[in-house]
């Protein structure tokens, strides 16, 4: 949320984040920026985000979900890190997120099918789709997808974005992005 406060032109932003001791690093990075008016970081399920927020209260919705499901790796399920980065509280379905015209997603691609399936299961229409490449000679390790309630059948797949140049800084779009 702190971010998006300062990338785009949005009034309000709320952050809902499951694990207390990160919502509450949020929050002191709110109160740091001087956010307090602007940000909100809800400690919560995204499970019960129904019954927390009022139906149709968000005009976009962004994701950052865990990224590996069950058949992904070793966790410990009571680890801060295992939950935030694998299916351990819950699945990024988007039945729990109520109807906002957009929607935004940080992914893996290997998830990629899986993603866009339920997407459109949801009335989720996929509208862009960006490739996250940490070097330009590197496979992708993350995907940037956009998607709209209730849109017709047209994806744009952009440009990938490049991490790092050759000489391991920073390349100039994330630069740029991100105000270096």
């Not at 994701?63 to 299916?87: L, V």
Request: a neutral charge; aromatic letters at 8%.
């Amino acid at each position: 949320p702190i971010l998006l406060e300062a990338k785009t032109e949005g009034r309000h932003f709320t952050g809902l984040e499951i694990q207390e001791e990160s919502a509450d690093m949020a929050r002191r990075s709110v109160k740091y920026n001087h956010l307090e008016e602007k940000v909100e970081i809800v400690t919560g399920d995204i499970k019960e985000a129904g019954s927390r927020f009022a139906l149709a209260s968000f005009d976009v919705v962004t994701s950052n979900p865990p990224y590996m499901n069950d058949a992904h790796g070793i966790k410990n399920p009571g680890d801060a890190k295992a939950i935030a980065r694998h299916e351990v509280l819950c699945t990024w379905a988007v039945d729990h997120i109520k109807p906002a015209p957009w929607f935004y997603m940080v992914h893996r691609p290997r998830r990629l099918i899986e993603i866009l399936q339920t997407m459109k299961q949801y009335g989720l229409e996929p509208k862009r789709m960006k490739f996250v490449h940490p070097y330009k000679d590197r496979k992708a390790n993350m995907v940037l997808i956009e998607a709209v309630r209730g849109g017709g059948a047209l994806m744009k797949v952009e440009a990938p974005v490049i991490v790092f140049d050759e000489n391991g800084e920073y390349s100039q779009e994330i630069r740029t992005t991100y105000g270096y």
